[in-house]
């Protein structure tokens, strides 16, 4: 699926809709390159649990922990992990297998160790804005974006869908 996001203020919006269909839940990576908007999209995701401050990227400490509307969710920038390794060393482990909601940035940084997402969403530059390409690697990915296809409001925005959501 693949939507486009013509500002800022869609990705934050598409980014909530997206947070809403996870339920706290799944692993989602944000692939793109530095600018692309994973972070934005990440403010929006917080924002559906009531998140209403500001998102920083964990650029040093790998990861930012949030407990909010009684969720666990977990932003990882892994833009600065030298070696796959120091998920293991910083708790990654647990984290991960919590019931909660890991966003990963820069998950290529974390080949090797990290587990397969539930969704991967490629942020490139559209013209203008962004295009978010979405693909889902389990049932939970696939309830997500057939629930994002339903959603009326990005109707206009949505570019490409597989044929099996139709
Ligand atoms: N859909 C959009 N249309 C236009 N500008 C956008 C859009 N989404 C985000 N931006 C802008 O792009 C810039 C970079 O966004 P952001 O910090 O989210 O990128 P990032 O992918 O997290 O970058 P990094 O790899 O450095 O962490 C911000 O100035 C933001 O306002
Ligand atoms: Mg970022």
Redesign the pocket.
């Known amino acids: 699926m693949r939507v486009r ?4 203020d ?3 919006d598409f980014g909530r809709c997206l947070g809403r269909a996870l339920r706290g839940q799944g692993r989602v990576y ?1 692939e ?12 929006g995701i917080l924002r559906a649990y009531g998140h209403e401050g500001a998102v920083k ?1 964990p ?1 040093y400490t790998l990861v930012e922990p949030y407990v909010t509307g009684g969720k666990y969710l977990y932003h990882f ?1 892994l ?1 600065r992990l030298g070696d796959p390794e120091e998920l293991e060393f910083i708790g990654g482990r647990d984290l991960f297998a919590d019931d909660a909601l890991c966003i990963v ?2 998950p290529s940084r974390g080949a090797g160790w990290l587990p397969e997402p539930d969704l991967r969403i490629t ?1 490139t530059l ?1 013209e ?3 295009i978010a390409s979405l693909e889902a690697f389990s049932d939970l990915g696939r309830s997500v974006l057939v629930t994002l296809s339903q959603e009326m409001a990005f109707d206009d925005m949505i570019i490409e869908q597989e044929r099996e959501q139709q």
Do not use: C, N
Not at 5 to 8: A, H, K, V, W
Not at 35 to 40: N, R, S
């Open positions: 996001l013509d500002d800022e869609r990705q934050v944000l793109g390159e530095l600018g692309a908007g994973k972070t934005t999209l990440t403010r990227s650029t920038d833009y940035e820069w942020l559209g203008p804005g962004r």
